[in-house]
């Protein structure tokens, strides 16, 4: 297992390489690629830049997360050629600067969806991510962005980009007449294009599963089970097509066992990384996240950990999505003391099934 903690770059994140390094067991850093629009080409020059910071802090960063898929691909417009050969010149460049993993999603519009990000936690008085899909009530997407936005904290946010969201009615107007058989038929023809690529360059691409785990404003979703998943990587069989396996994003849906789930990809070696979290269910498609632990949220983390310890011990790992506690001002989910007991807690839990399994 490596450990790892995402990184937006430097002005860009309230927490510091400095403090990264200081985690106990942090090998590196899951980069974001998230300052320019989806389907713009991230030079050499950026990622030198990039790389080199992370690698001058004592840390690696072999793992790239929000390398974001131009919708006119989703959509399967005729401008989408000239926006994968522009993704294709990336994986390129990446790879040239020791990039093994790029994280990216195939979801329509939304990359993930709350409808709260600061949700007062009564037993402990943190505040953490939330959705409840009653409090959308008559809210239109255009509704959700504009208070997305205000409740930001001023920070930007992976797949809420404003000129990724500029066009929004238009863009939902041409999913209307979009079913998930064609965007399966869509992204396919984005493998299609770029894993040859991928497999050049010795570099794996890990889709993030939908988040939450169901449609939503009535928009084809198509990654957020097993069976979806099984599809995903039978569209083009080759270990450069991978999964990012995020436990909460599939635990929000509950008929997801996620232990076995990973096991069932990690022993297809199919798993490119993990995104390890816990959440808490409080209803019907209603959640907050939790702490890491497992008595805190709904989602057994040693059975998680033993699952990645069977089948996939040599993927790279990142306490995913933490609660703003000890006062600290953050961009919501990543600030760094919830995340750093989050890393503290799966590493104990890894030693201790580790030396469980060697007695």
């Known amino acids: 297992m490596k450990m790892t903690f995402r990184w937006y770059g430097e002005g860009r994140d309230t927490v510091s390489l400095k403090q990264i ?13 998230d300052e320019k629009a989806a389907g713009e080409v991230w030079t050499e020059e950026e990622i030198k830049t990039y790389v080199d910071h992370v690698h001058a802090a004592g840390l690696e960063c072999e793992v790239i997360e ?11 417009l005729p401008s989408r050629d000239k926006y994968i050969e522009n993704y294709c010149t990336t994986i390129r460049n ?38 409840d899909e009653k409090e959308l009530g008559e809210m239109t997407p255009l509704d959700i962005v504009r208070e997305t936005e205000k409740k930001s904290s001023g920070f930007s946010l992976p797949g809420w980009e404003k000129e990724r969201l500029a066009d929004l009615e238009t863009t939902l107007k041409r999913y209307e007449s979009i079913s998930k058989d064609d965007l399966r038929a869509n992204y396919k023809y984005f493998l299609e294009a770029i894993i040859p690529v991928c497999e050049q360059c010795g570099v794996v691409m890990a889709c993030h599963p939908d988040d939450p785990g169901w449609s939503i404003f009535g928009l084809p979703r198509i990654a957020h089970s097993q069976s979806d998943y099984d599809q995903i990587i039978a569209m083009y069989d080759s270990p450069s097509n991978a999964i990012c396996l995020c436990t909460g994003s599939l635990g929000s849906n509950r008929e997801n066992d996620i232990p076995a789930i990973i096991r069932h990809f990690g022993e297809k070696n199919r798993i490119g990384c993990l995104h390890v979290r816990n959440i808490k269910h409080l209803g019907h498609h209603k959640f907050r996240e939790s702490s890491h632990l497992s008595s805190d949220g709904d989602l057994d983390l040693f059975e998680i950990m033993r699952a990645v310890y069977d089948t996939c011990p040599d993927t790279y790992i990142r306490p995913d999505h933490g609660r703003m506690i000890w006062d600290e001002e953050a961009r919501p989910g990543y600030g760094l003391y919830d995340r750093a007991l989050g890393a503290a807690y799966i590493n104990g839990l890894w030693e201790a099934i580790s030396k469980m399994n060697k007695k």
């Open 94 to 131: 990446l790879a040239k600067y020791g990039i093994k993993v790029i994280v990216y999603n195939f979801m329509p519009v939304f990359d993930w969806l709350r409808t709260d990000l600061a949700r007062l936690i009564p037993e402990d008085g943190s505040f953490s991510l939330y959705f």
């Open 66 to 76: 929000s390398v974001n898929v131009h919708e006119d691909i989703k959509m399967g």
């Open 21 to 33: 390094r200081q985690i106990p067991g942090m090998s590196g850093v899951m980069g974001v690629l």
